[in-house]
């Protein structure tokens, strides 16, 4: 889930929160964005994918928040390269870090088919 803002790198072009597809991040009056509801956070990366800046920092476990050193993910190399492996923005012609998530398109259509419906259907919780 979101963890990390770095105000330092943020030009304060607000396309984050605009993107968040929960509200998990709203705009400070300083323009620089907030973690408003880290719980509500769903762990898409989409904030990553659209911040040409690098500011944000999306930690992998979508199941709870996590105490991370700012620093050291600073100095890890991790700031920007969901962004860059997903052939992003200025990595698209790059031919190292190409888009690969049109291969999620099968997945997808299994998830919409007649035969996994009612697979998924029995996993939904049952009132007690
Ligand atoms: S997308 Fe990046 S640069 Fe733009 S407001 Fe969000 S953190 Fe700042
Ligand atoms: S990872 Fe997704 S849900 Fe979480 S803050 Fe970023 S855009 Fe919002």
């Known amino acids: 889930m979101i963890e990390l803002i770095y105000s330092d790198l943020c030009n304060g072009c607000g396309k984050c929160v ?27 990366f989409m904030c990553e994918l659209y911040c040409v800046s690098d500011a944000l920092y999306v930690d992998p ?3 709870q928040p996590r105490s ?8 890890s190399g991790l700031l920007g390269q969901y962004r860059r492996d997903s052939g992003w923005n200025e ?14 398109d099968g997945i997808f259509a299994l998830a919409r088919s007649a035969e996994l419906q009612p697979k998924l259907a029995a996993l939904k919780p049952t009132k007690l």
Do not use: F, K
């Open 18 to 44: 605009e993107v968040c597809p929960t509200n998990a991040l709203s705009l400070g009056t300083d323009a620089i964005p907030l973690i408003r509801d880290q719980s509500a956070c769903q762990t898409c």
């Open 61 to 63: 476990d979508c199941e």
């Open 68 to 75: 991370l050193d700012p620093h050291a993910i600073r100095n």
């Open 91 to 104: 990595w698209a012609e790059n031919p190292h870090y190409q888009n690969q998530h049109w291969r999620m």
